[in-house]
Structure formats: C-alpha cells, structure tokens
C-alpha cells in the first residue's frame, strides 16, 4: 500500500496524493489565493484568525472531488483531503445528527430528500478588533497640507464604508473619494455629504447626460487612497475590511450591510410570499466575506454564480463579463435547508453532488497553527506534521480523531507545541503503545477539541 505521507516534500511525485486544492482557491484572513500565501501569513480556520506555519505545493494529475453544498460555491479538492462533517439521522420527531467527525472528501455522502447524508461544518467568524479610532496618516503624503489623520470608527463611517463598496471608486489622477449613484438617491446623497462634510473640503455633484446616472465626488484624496486601501480598487477586488468583519461591535457590521445594501441590495417575494434579500458582486472575495458577515448576525447568506464570464447580451451587444456572485437569504429563517448547530457557534450545510474531475497542475496546501483553514467557508483539515512525526516514530498512522485523543485525554495539550514537546520527551517505544492505545480507546471529543487538536 502506498504511503499518504511520504511524498509531503516532493512536488514532482503526483503518483502519490496528499490532501491538496488548487492554486486560485481564495483564503479568508489575509484574503488572498492559497498559491499567494507564505508562511507568517494568516488565514481562517476553526478557532479564528490562525497562523500559516508552513506552505506545501506539489504538481499533481489526476482525479480531484468537486462538493456542491447548499448554499456554497462549488470547490474542487483532493479525494484523501478530510473535511468535518457531520451526518444526519432520521428520528422519529425531526432529524438530528451525528457528532461531527472527518471524513475523506472521496467518502461523502449527498443529503438527497428522504434519505441521510452529509453536511459540511461551516463556523462563524470570531471577533478580534476592538478599535473605535482610524489611523489615517499612511495615506498621508504631505503632513503640512492635511488637518485629518483619523477617523471615528462609528456606525456612520461604518456606513460609508459600505456604501463605497458597492458604488464607490477613487479617481485615478485626483484621488479624490467618488460615488456612482442614481440622481433619484436623494437621501443617499444628502447622508454621504453630511457624513464626509468634516473631513472633506468640499463635495459637489456631477450630473451624467442623457442618463439617470450622476457622480458624488468628495475632494479628499487621503480619504481616496484610504477607503481604495480598506475596501479594494475595482468592482472585482471589493473587500469588507477585516476592522470591520471582524469588531467586536456588530453594529458597525450591521451598518456596513446597510450601506452596502443600498447600493447593490435588493429585496424580493417569492409566489410562496417569502421575502428574500439579494445583493450581488463580480468580487469572489466580497462574496465569502458577506457570507461571513451575516453568519456573524445569525443569518444564512447563500452564493451562487449569477453568471459565468465570458461574452453576455446587453442591450444588442456582446460585453465581456467577469462571473458575477448572487448573495441571498430568506428573511424568515425556518425556511432554509442549512441548519444550525446547538452551540450556535456553527452552521451545518448540506452536501448536494459529489463530482469527480480530472485535474493536471499545480495544486497547494498550508499548515496552520490549529491545523484547519477555511475552502468557501468550510473547514477542511491541514493535519500533516503531528501524522507524519507519529508515522516516522512508530510505523504506525494514526486518524484525526485518535491524535485528537492523545492532546486532549492523555497529555492535556494546550497547543501543537505542546504536542511536540511531549513527543520529543518519550522514547519510539513508549510513544508506539500510547499510539495502540488511542487505538483501541477514544472517547467523544467535543466539537471546539475535535478540531482544534485534530
């Protein structure tokens, strides 16, 4: 049997598979593609905000898993790479579920109607910032020509912000803080002066011919490069800031949507008379981030791609369109197939349609401090180096939940050094009959040590 392991280092050997996705799959955190990161970088994973440690990457041809959920992008990943998950049990009032476990990307089951099936193990997003200050000064050129270098962190900057990424955008000479708006957004107009009035010199407004369109242009270019910075330059690269995704203070992020929903939000009602918000973006990033966003407001925001790119109809023409990602949620919670966990610290989201695919090329990993990143808002597991030091020691493999067993129960860790360090201190025979036992023996972990020492 060939060894999972042994080909971690070599990125020339594809004839042996470690769990791997490809190289554009974007991370939340320092919110970049996974082939971008470096150690020392951050991303997502279970417990927060976690540190890369070390960056993994490995030509590879052949079979890749493709995971439709409800509610989720589609991701493509390798079929040894664990996902936790948890299963659902039909019970006599309702369904439950199992307790969360990993399970191999190629082992899942599909929740079809009337029949048991996997959901993968979405968590919210921890909060980090406290702040209630903007620091302004390296968007500072000239510090004798400037009287701003900070901004309250309020809900009515909040709200600018949001409004910005929607419709907002920075003049690429002047720098100047800019609105594409509707000349019929009155109020919208009136709110953003008065909001902009102390730190701006002026804001005037331009009307745009023959359409409905007009322009708010804010004359501060330090404001300019600092909500480009924040929030992104260009529709595609929106971002939420993580002061903002992240604070403690969920008003500022309630006020952030409700800028941004202003923009690029919309309400609807289905014939079922269920009223349902939409928003949409060409920003990938964007779109996991509103996700995160409102998980952290206890709601379920979907995504699915509104349209490929590629060649569209518009108004007689073909236009070249980047894909584009619907947001959505129903206002009444009940109806929604995604479920939430009992901590209410998690979401659990069926997995639809299981695809295998055929990919030739680079595909990457990281390992992180708590040995799980986020793919779409899922969690998914990096658990190679305490495997492979255990393997190297023993001969033996050990699975997710048995290493849990052995931080958790037997040396009471409190992070992965601690894990090393107990190790180290034990010789290749003591550590193999603590490997036999962990075998034989493991009692249920909860959900926060399951993954956090998997």
């Known amino acids: 049997m060939s060894d999972p392991f042994s080909s971690r280092y070599n990125p020339n050997e594809s004839g042996r598979e470690h769990s791997c996705v490809k190289g554009d799959t974007i991370l939340l955190g320092d919110n970049m593609a996974?082939?971008?990161?470096?150690?020392?970088?951050?991303?997502?994973?279970?417990?927060?905000?976690?540190?890369?440690?070390?960056?993994?990457?490995?030509?590879?041809?052949?079979?890749?898993?493709?995971?439709?959920?409800?509610?989720?992008?589609?991701?493509?990943?390798?079929?040894?790479?664990?996902?936790y998950v948890v299963r659902s049990r039909t019970l006599r009032r309702g369904m439950g579920f199992s307790n969360p476990s990993w399970r191999k990307s190629?082992?899942?089951?599909?929740?079809?109607?009337?029949?048991?099936g996997d959901y993968l193990v979405m968590p919210i997003a921890k909060e980090v910032y406290t702040i209630d200050n903007l620091d302004l000064s390296p968007f500072v050129l000239d510090v004798h020509q400037t009287r701003i270098f900070s901004l309250p962190l309020n809900e009515d900057i909040a709200w600018l912000l949001g409004i910005y990424t929607a419709e907002g955008f920075c003049h690429p000479k002047s720098r100047m803080l800019s609105f594409a708006l509707n000349n019929k957004e009155k109020d919208v107009i009136d709110k953003i002066t008065k909001i902009v009035s102390p730190f701006s010199k002026s804001s005037r407004v331009f009307v745009q011919k023959h359409t409905e369109g007009i322009t708010l242009d804010v004359r501060s270019a330090i404001l300019g490069r600092a909500f480009s910075s924040w929030c992104g330059k260009g529709a595609a690269n929106k971002k939420i800031p993580d002061f903002i995704l992240f604070h403690q203070n969920t008003n500022l992020l309630k006020a952030f949507l409700g800028g941004y929903t202003v923009g690029d939000g919309s309400h609807k009602v289905t014939s079922a008379n269920r009223k349902i918000k939409t928003m949409c973006t060409v920003s990938k990033l964007l779109a996991l981030q509103l996700q995160q966003a409102y998980a952290r407001l206890n709601i379920f925001a979907n995504i699915n791609i509104h349209h490929k790119a590629g060649p569209h109809l518009i108004s007689g023409g073909s236009v070249n369109q980047a894909e584009a990602y619907d947001i959505w949620f129903v206002e009444n919670p009940q109806f929604t197939h995604v479920k939430r966990s009992k901590t209410g610290e998690m979401f659990y989201i069926p997995v639809r349609q299981i695809e295998k695919i055929h990919f030739e090329g680079q595909v990457h990993n990281v390992e992180t401090s708590d040995h799980t990143y986020l793919v779409n808002n899922v969690i998914v597991s990096n658990c190679f180096g305490k495997i492979k030091a255990i393997r190297e020691r023993t001969g033996l493999i050990l699975t997710h939940d048995e290493i849990s067993y052995i931080c958790v129960y037997l040396w009471h860790c409190t992070d992965a050094a601690d894990f090393y360090r107990h190790m180290d201190s034990m010789s290749d025979s003591e550590l193999k009959k603590l490997c036999e036992k962990a075998k034989l023996f493991r009692p249920k972990l909860s959900v926060y040590e399951n993954v956090l020492y998997a």
């Open 34 to 83: 996974i082939q971008d990161l470096s150690e020392g970088d951050h991303v997502l994973g279970f417990s927060g905000e976690v540190k890369v440690l070390e960056k993994m990457v490995r030509r590879y041809d052949g079979e890749m898993i493709r995971i439709h959920g409800s509610g989720i992008l589609p991701f493509d990943i390798t079929p040894d790479h664990p996902l």
């Open 106 to 116: 190629v082992e899942l089951k599909p929740k079809l109607k009337w029949s048991n």
